[in-house]
């Protein structure tokens, strides 16, 4: 019986990898995006390795409590289609946004009438990557896939090989870009059942500054699974700020990665967010490759229902004297699931190095789960390294502090989670990111403190 | 007019029962002092009054203006106008100060049906009290205790005092660590709230915060009874003499013998 049952499932596997094999090929042949040959050689080389460590080993200390086996199972995965964009009615009326340099895709693909008009300037350019990598005299995207090249995620080297379309920005040499830039990736009901790859490329030249904003909305509440991959390159002494906000649907799941190479000098700071999808993976990837870089990510894992969110890093010190921190902090409720897994890695000769991790969590009710596993590897002898993960409730003390002071328990309790969400967005600097997370974090505070029947806030934008 | 009524009061903490039997009164315009050595019951007596949920009330009475205050919740109570200055301030890490203070001064004037306080006002009121003692706008800025030198907690505990101006306040040992300078910011915000109006119970191992606040009656609390009550003179007594003298004229407690 029990090699019947393991012939089944590895029929199943291969079953599944034969839909995957057709997918790619059938995409291939089409060759509707006139990739150039080198990324061409990247998307085969991207699906090998998803072949190769799809579907991934669930029992893994990094996919406890995300959920991952049920994704596996959802008819998605059996039967893989991704849409192509000739096929996209571009009619998302739904979405405005305030932003006026902003980039727009739907379902993975561009909408122009969405979008703030292209830029392509010596300075600074907005555009979706279709475009640039359609015309061969246009040598930036190159870093496309580089970055994301080795991982070992078979989500992220899925979205290599099968991209449609994504947002290309590039910032050039001492440019300081005051307004905040917007890419926004929406769902619709028109991705049902459907896998849906984002991509992002940030290229900011040496010297340089920049605040980018990243949404991912579901505004429809089909089934979907959202791959998307974002690429940061961050240029000598450049200056980045990078706020992520994703809100999903009930059915949808999102699993994204995000890679950031940092020169020396740079500075990179960024938040990440999800809610409201039946579950969430955020896989984080800093490479510090230059000496005296600085990297800042906060984060949120949150969770409603029976939804799961999670969060995962891996912050390599590969050149001396860089400092990295983190802080995530992690607020779940009802039956919900929660997942940090994040490792620090510095390497040998990576002296001086100084690196924090922290995680918190307060679990809202007594069936929330969180598991965190903040993990250091040192391989050099003069650093200052530190780990921290505290789970608890909401502090009896800080609240009887508040009563006491005649303030409602309902609104101390308010007061107190406020606190714990908003202390994300300190690191943050420009004021425009700050508007953006306020009000991601308002609509999400007023959802925890919602009666169970006006739970359904609408906490998109 | 009674501002506190105490009555056979029993209190009890993880099973263990503290205070055994208690009875004070205190009048408006009075002071009182409760002195005790360690472990003797004071804190459990600030903090059973104010609510802290994990003293169990095992039986007794207590009454704030004629009102049963255990029927209430802490923040019932304040609004009803007592106040616990803590032993401990607690730091609350992301909440700003003069926001939580606002907050806290709205929501007691909301329930006196007094018009709430707009920002502006609120922060002309704040300045003034702060600067009395001797608190920077930059505290005022900060988390909730977050980081605050020990004095610096006190002094927050007593602007509170002010801001509030509480029918009963209730002051769990806020003299202790403080140097003399601080000592006495204390004891003139403490003099400066007195009325014939309200009450205050201080809560104090020494009698150096007695020589700036003098009290109208003191106490003394051992082993969760009060073994003596009298004038000013009591605190100046146990300095001299410590709480012994007191002790070793106690009748040894009688054990109940099980037959």
Not at chain 2, 177 to 184: A, E, F, V
Not at chain 2, 198 to 224: F, S
């Given at each position: 019986m029990q090699d019947l049952l393991r012939h089944e499932a590895i029929n199943v596997t291969r079953h599944f990898k034969q839909n995957w094999l057709h997918l790619f090929h059938s995409y291939e042949t089409n060759s509707q995006l006139n990739d150039p040959p080198w990324l061409l050689k990247r998307r085969r080389s991207a699906f090998a390795r998803f072949l190769k460590s799809f579907p991934p080993e669930t029992k893994h200390e990094r996919y406890k409590n995300t959920g991952i086996n049920e994704l596996l199972e959802t008819q998605i995965i059996s039967q893989p289609r991704v849409l192509t964009c000739d096929k996209i009615k571009l009619t998302s009326d739904d979405y405005s946004s305030s932003g006026a340099l902003r980039i727009v895709f739907v379902n993975g693909c561009y909408n122009a009438e969405l979008s703030s008009e292209c830029l392509n300037t010596q300075g600074l350019s907005i555009l979706p990557l279709k475009r640039t990598l359609s015309s061969n005299q246009y040598e930036k995207p190159i870093w496309l896939g580089l970055n994301s090249a080795k991982d070992e995620n078979p989500f992220s080297q899925l979205n290599t090989a099968l991209f449609n379309d994504g947002a290309f920005i590039f910032v050039g040499e001492g440019e300081k870009v005051e307004q905040p830039i917007e890419a926004v990736f929406l769902t619709t009901a028109e991705a049902e059942n459907s896998i849906v790859l984002p991509r992002l490329l940030v290229v900011v030249s040496a010297r340089s500054s920049i605040s980018i904003i990243e949404k991912h909305i579901s505004i429809s509440d089909a089934p979907v699974i959202e791959i998307p991959v974002t690429e940061i390159i961050a240029g000598e002494h450049s200056n980045i700020e990078h706020v992520r906000i994703s809100v999903g649907s009930v059915l949808s799941w999102q699993i994204g990665s995000l890679f950031v190479n940092q020169n020396s000098n740079s500075t990179v700071r960024l938040n990440i967010n999800s809610a409201r999808y039946k579950g969430s993976i955020v896989s984080v990837s800093d490479k510090l490759l230059g000496e005296n870089a600085s990297l800042n990510i906060n984060g949120l894992i949150n969770g409603f229902d029976h939804e799961y969110n999670s969060a995962h890093t891996l912050i390599e010190h590969i050149a001396p004297q860089c400092s990295s921190h983190q802080l995530f902090h992690?607020?779940?409720?009802?039956?919900?699931?929660?997942?940090?897994?994040?490792?620090?890695?510095?390497?040998?000769?990576?002296?001086?190095?100084?690196?924090?991790?922290?995680?918190?969590?307060?679990?809202?009710?007594?069936?929330?789960?969180?598991?965190?596993?903040?993990?250091?590897?040192?391989?050099?002898?003069?650093?200052?390294?530190?780990?921290?993960?505290?789970?608890?409730?909401?502090?009896?003390?800080?609240?009887?502090?508040?009563?006491?002071?005649?303030?409602?328990?309902?609104?101390?309790?308010?007061?107190?989670?406020?606190?714990?969400?908003?202390?994300?967005?300190?690191?943050?600097?420009?004021?425009?990111?700050?508007?953006?997370?306020?009000?991601?974090?308002?609509?999400?505070i007023q959802k925890f403190f919602a009666n169970d029947n006006d739970r359904k806030v609408n906490i998109q934008n | 007019m009674k501002i506190l009524t105490i009555e056979k009061l029993e209190v009890g903490v993880a099973g263990k029962k503290?205070?055994?039997?208690?009875?004070?009164?205190?009048?408006?315009?009075?002071?009182?002092?409760?002195?005790?050595?360690?472990?003797?019951?004071?804190?459990?007596?600030?903090?059973?009054?104010?609510?802290?949920?994990?003293?169990?009330?095992?039986?007794?009475?207590?009454?704030?203006?004629?009102?049963?205050?255990?029927?209430?919740?802490?923040?019932?109570?304040?609004?009803?106008?007592?106040?616990?200055?803590?032993?401990?301030?607690?730091?609350?890490?992301?909440?700003?100060?003069?926001?939580?203070?606002?907050?806290?001064?709205?929501?007691?004037?909301?329930?006196?049906?007094?018009?709430?306080?707009?920002?502006?006002?609120?922060?002309?009121?704040?300045?003034?009290?702060?600067?009395?003692?001797?608190?920077?706008?930059?505290?005022?800025?900060?988390?909730?205790?977050?980081?605050?030198?020990?004095?610096?907690?006190?002094?927050?505990?007593?602007?509170?005092?002010?801001?509030?101006?509480?029918?009963?306040?209730?002051?769990?040992?806020?003299?202790?660590?403080?140097?003399?300078?601080?000592?006495?910011?204390?004891?003139?915000?403490?003099?400066?709230?007195?009325?014939?109006?309200?009450?205050?119970?201080?809560?104090?191992?020494?009698?150096?915060?007695?020589?700036?606040?003098?009290?109208?009656?003191?106490?003394?609390?051992?082993?969760?009874?009060?073994?003596?009550?009298?004038?000013?003179?009591?605190?100046?007594?146990?300095?001299?003499?410590?709480?012994?003298?007191?002790?070793?004229?106690?009748?040894?407690?009688?054990?109940?013998?099980?037959?």
């Open positions: 992690s607020l779940l409720t009802d039956n919900s699931r929660g997942n940090y897994y994040g490792t620090i890695q510095v390497h040998p000769n990576s002296q001086k190095t100084i690196s924090k991790q922290t995680v918190r969590t307060i679990l809202l009710s007594a069936q929330a789960s969180m598991y965190a596993s903040p993990r250091l590897m040192i391989n050099a002898d003069d650093v200052k390294c530190s780990h921290a993960a505290t789970v608890g409730q909401i502090s009896s003390d800080a609240l009887f502090y508040l009563r006491s002071r005649g303030i409602a328990e309902k609104a101390a309790k308010q007061m107190l989670i406020e606190s714990f969400i908003t202390q994300l967005k300190e690191d943050i600097h420009s004021p425009g990111l700050i508007a953006e997370l306020s009000k991601f974090h308002d609509k999400l | 503290i205070l055994k039997g208690l009875d004070i009164e205190i009048n408006s315009g009075e002071l009182h002092a409760i002195m005790g050595p360690n472990g003797s019951g004071k804190s459990t007596l600030a903090n059973a009054l104010a609510g802290y949920p994990a003293f169990t009330i095992i039986s007794g009475t207590a009454k704030l203006k004629g009102k049963d205050l255990f029927s209430m919740s802490p923040e019932q109570r304040a609004r009803e106008g007592l106040f616990l200055a803590f032993q401990y301030p607690i730091e609350i890490q992301g909440v700003n100060t003069a926001y939580f203070l606002k907050a806290a001064l709205n929501e007691q004037r909301k329930y006196r049906n007094l018009e709430e306080i707009d920002a502006f006002e609120f922060l002309e009121i704040l300045k003034s009290k702060a600067s009395k003692l001797g608190i920077s706008d930059n505290l005022l800025n900060r988390s909730i205790n977050y980081g605050f030198s020990g004095g610096e907690k006190k002094r927050l505990e007593m602007l509170q005092l002010l801001l509030l101006s509480p029918d009963l306040a209730i002051l769990d040992e806020t003299d202790s660590g403080l140097d003399i300078d601080s000592l006495k910011v204390i004891a003139d915000a403490i003099n400066s709230v007195r009325s014939s109006e309200n009450a205050q119970l201080v809560i104090t191992h020494y009698q150096r915060l007695l020589d700036y606040v003098v009290p109208d009656r003191v106490h003394v609390l051992y082993k969760g009874r009060i073994i003596k009550s009298d004038g000013p003179e009591l605190a100046k007594e146990i300095e001299k003499r410590g709480y012994d003298y007191l002790i070793n004229d106690l009748q040894p407690e009688i054990e109940p013998v099980n037959t």
